[in-house]
């Protein structure tokens, strides 16, 4: 079973940074893919970023509205992966979501963690 876990959300002023960890379960981290998305008070969910395994080269890519701005990374040695968010706006205020999915030795994996918010204000 493969489990996540975010933190490092919180208050932050708009133009300021903060780093969100996303750590997962297992010895097959590097196995998988691992995305950010969001979600806003009444909205639906949306893609921020993605890195790829490490066979596909760790590509990462990004939504038009975080470009330039958010970076997606990783250690696979601490199965962890982070979301560097930095130039933040009022309008990156919502709940952040990690989710990885992938395969190894014959298994399917696809799981979400429970969410940290970020919410952008002075």
């Known amino acids: 079973q493969l489990q996540l876990v975010e933190s490092g959300g919180g208050l932050v002023q708009p133009g300021g940074s903060l780093r969100l960890s996303c750590a997962a379960s297992?010895?097959?981290?590097?196995?998988?893919?691992i995305s950010w998305y969001r979600q806003a008070p009444e909205k639906q969910r949306e893609f921020v970023a993605r890195?790829?395994?490490?066979?596909?080269?760790?590509?990462?890519i990004y939504a038009d509205s975080v470009k330039g701005r958010f970076t997606i990374s990783r250690d696979n040695a601490k199965n962890t992966a982070y979301l560097e968010m930095s130039s933040l706006k009022p309008e990156d205020t919502a709940v952040y979501y990690c989710?990885?999915?992938?395969?190894?030795?014959?298994?399917?994996?696809?799981?979400w963690g429970q969410g940290t918010q970020v919410t952008v204000s002075s």
């Open positions: 989710n990885a999915y992938g395969a190894y030795a014959g298994n399917r994996y696809q799981s």
């Open positions: 297992g010895n097959f981290f590097s196995f998988l893919n």
């Open positions: 890195i790829g395994r490490d066979s596909s080269g760790g590509v990462t």
